[in-house]
């Protein structure tokens, strides 16, 4: 897909940062990953092995998965492939990717590893931003219960502790000007999440936007609240930071609403979503000098529809607030094709230990094989930068 401003088809650029070896190697995964009866079960059986350290286990996720969606296990063995798409003039969002805790101490110890992170992205012109879950810093069942009114006075004091996690992090952020995404979760905890989040703007978005909500367009209320809250920040004085994703808990959120007899928070068509979506991107566009926005979608049509606005409109490319994202080793023939023609646009970098990586690894693989065509997109354009090359 190509117009006078970015050509997604170049497969050339698309790949240039992959050696030969490499790219038949992605090649044979995506091959592998577009069968999904195959995916779901050699997911859970990954889990397992690796939880129970079955020998050789963590070496093949290892140099399989792994290699291609993980930066490293660690933010020094992630530097490499952080320099590596410095090269092609990408950034990065550093993102912790350990999930599921719940003792204390261990949220306490993810919160010093997003901290750790800030600090790693202070001094690297090439990370820009961090990306942390509330759900890595708090139990899910104080969100829960803090969106249901229902936390009592020792869970209230554990929510705040809570937020307390998220605040440090967000304040580093402000204090060495590296932004902070929040990510989206479960609708279920999305309205305590988003109230952290417009406290966190409220505090440290008053000069610029460093703390960034995500906004989730295949739920049918989100492009009206993306209005909304962009309305109460102008009131308050401070700028709204807005990730745009279309979301990934589907089939978790219909299911849910099923069994518990309530409308369904998810648009019921593919084109309600992509129509919300662009929509959101457009209000974003529209208002980019006092709000700043990611378009983080793989989605090519999204992507070219903000990219032809910024071109159309003489925006400047390189402004801060004009941004997009792709998961790291997922859609490059859109994120190094927009970074050559001088867009912003970085790859979300997961890093972690491989034991604690799994479950990440394991979701992004359903989640993909789930979306009609993802892999298979992939697999085609790596087979014709293959023949391209002559492999």
Known sequence: MKNEFVDFSNTEIAFSHKTDAELKKSARLFAF???????????????????????????LVRYTIFEQFVGGENLPESQDNIDRLWQTKTLTVLDYGAEGRTDEADLDEARDQFLQAVAFASSRESVPVVGIKVSALSKNELLQGKQAGELNGAQQALYERAVDRVDAICKLGQAHGVHIFIDAEESWMQDAIDEIVILMMQRYNGEQPIVYNTFQMYRHDRYDFLISSH?????????????????????????????????????????????????????????????????ATHNMESCLLQAEIIGSRKMPRNHPNLNFCQLYGMSDHITFN??????????????????EIVPYLTRRARENTAVEGEFSREYQLVSEECKRRGL
């Open 33 to 59: 990953m577009n069968k999904k009866w195959l995916v779901d079960i050699l997911s859970s059986l990954g889990i397992v092995a690796v939880r129970y350290r079955f020998p050789l286990a963590r070496k």
């Open 231 to 295: 309305q109460v920040a102008q009131e308050k004085g401070y700028f709204l930071g807005a990730k745009l994703v279309r979301g990934a808990y589907m089939e978790k959120e219909r299911e849910r609403a099923n069994e518990m007899g309530y409308t369904s928070p998810i648009h019921q068509t593919k084109a309600a979503t992509d129509s919300d979506y662009n929509r959101a991107v457009r209000y974003c566009l529209d208002h980019y000098e006092i709000l700043a926005s990611c378009a």
């Open 338 to 355: 927009l970074a050559a023609n001088g867009y912003n646009v970085a790859k979300y970098v997961v890093y972690g230990p491989v034991k």
